[in-house]
């Protein structure tokens, strides 16, 4: 049992404490203020999807950093500390987010929270990582809520939304599709897409021949279906995640649409293939902000790849669990920095000294008041076979 549970009177030292051990039957606190003195492990917290319509994605992402943290704790831990991820469902919903983080925070005692899945998940705990001055590395979502205004305390791994819009709707355009649809998931993630569309069909003197919203974690998107298709729409940007885009997609078929259909990364590359039948599957297009994981040349994705089999046996390779491995890679190289008696803010100054760190063929790019770590993208298209050898 946490020796929180046993102590639920620490006072401010606990609530804001690094983690709780046992050592030599003693208990060994760690503040964000006073290095850690001969503690054993690392707490980080997770809260994800890990359960309901949208759960692959934080399955698959948790899976992909899992892979790293065991193999660094394999081989002595960072600074002979382990690490240990706790990760909590919360089904992708936010009012489940906010009780987790709480969790996470005031009985775990975490060190930094790690990989939140989501933009209204992470953008209903922003306040309290802000009250509590604790880092939050890595969250899944490109939203500009976490990088303008800058935020001391978030450090992405990933390009944003807006600019993974920019590459599909040039693309488009390019293409000879003009007349563009935009459908969004009703939540902050869509109203953050749908911004970001709007500003890359500008900037092209295009505006969009529809727009049409979808519910989060919903199966129904009929009326999305009919408005883009009565637009004569040609092409689509799908800002929603994959069981919305997945029930657009087939509606859309159904009505006899040959649009390109074209989705932000957040989707879930395996999910949206899975939901789907071949035949609607083939051709849609899909931004990505991690390389191709399948491509062993690329240093990063062989290294990927082997600790996925060390883990899982017959390893299932994607998008997210690489998405996952970096971030965690990231994070183990900022302890690191951090040195052998981190606190939280020495962790975030680590991290803000990585000016420029090859993870492996993915550059990291971070600084004191830019907390953006890359700007990778790149489109692929959904085969009528799935893209494993």
């Known amino acids: 049992m946490p020796l ?70 394999r081989r002595g831990g960072v600074h002979g500390r ?15 987010t906010l009780g987790n983080t709480r ?14 899945v989501g933009t209204p998940t992470v953008k209903e705990v922003l306040p309290l990582v802000e ?33 993974e819009i920019d590459r599909m709707v040039n693309y488009l355009v390019r293409s000879g599709r003009h007349r ?6 009703n939540d902050a993630f869509g109203q953050d897409g749908q911004r970001a569309a709007h ?35 040609n092409g689509v ?21 040959t649009a390109q259909l074209m989705n932000v990364s957040f989707v879930g590359t395996s999910a949206l293939q899975a939901a789907l039948p071949s035949n609607q599957a083939s051709g849609i297009g899909i931004a990505q902000v ?33 998405e996952g491995f970096l971030a965690a890679k990231m994070t183990v190289e900022g302890l690191r920095r951090a040195g052998a008696n981190p606190t939280r803010q020495r962790f975030v100054t680590a991290l803000e000294s990585m000016r420029d760190v090859d993870l492996g063929g993915y550059r990291v790019q971070l600084g004191p008041q830019d907390h953006n770590g890359s700007t990778f993208v790149e489109l692929t298209f959904l085969g009528s076979q799935r893209w494993e050898p």
């Open 199 to 233: 500003q890359a069909l500008k900037r092209h003197g295009l505006k969009p021949v529809a727009t049409a919203s979808v519910e989060r974690n919903s199966s129904q998107a009929v009326e999305a279906a009919r408005a883009v298709q009565a637009a004569n729409a």
């Open 131 to 163: 009250s509590n001055k604790i880092p939050l590395i890595a969250p899944l979502t490109g939203a500009q809520l976490l990088r303008q205004p800058h935020r001391p305390l978030v450090f992405n791994l990933r390009t944003s939304y807006q600019v």
């Open 4 to 73: 929180s549970r046993c102590l639920p009177k620490l006072g401010l030292l606990g609530r804001i404490g690094l983690s709780i051990v046992l050592t030599a039957g003693l208990p060994v606190l760690a503040t964000a203020g006073m290095p850690a003195r001969a503690a054993v492990e690392l707490l980080l917290g997770q809260s994800a999807a890990l359960s309901g319509p949208s759960a692959m994605l934080g399955r698959e992402y948790r899976d992909g950093a899992l892979a790293y943290f065991t193999e660094v704790n």
């Open 237 to 257: 940007l799908i800002v929603a995640a994959y069981p919305s885009s997945a029930a657009f997609t087939r509606e859309l078929r159904q009505h006899g649409s």
């Open 290 to 322: 991690v390389p191709f994981p399948w491509n062993e040349r690329v240093p990063v994705v062989k290294e990927y790849q082997q600790l996925m089999r060390r883990r899982q046996g017959r390893a299932q390779f994607g998008f997210t669990s690489l």
């Open 82 to 96: 382990r690490l240990r991820l706790i990760s909590l469902d919360d089904r992708y919903e936010p009012s489940l």
């Open 180 to 185: 563009i649809a935009v459908v969004a998931q």
């Open 103 to 116: 969790q996470l925070i005031e009985r775990d005692r975490v060190f930094a929270l790690f990989g939140y």
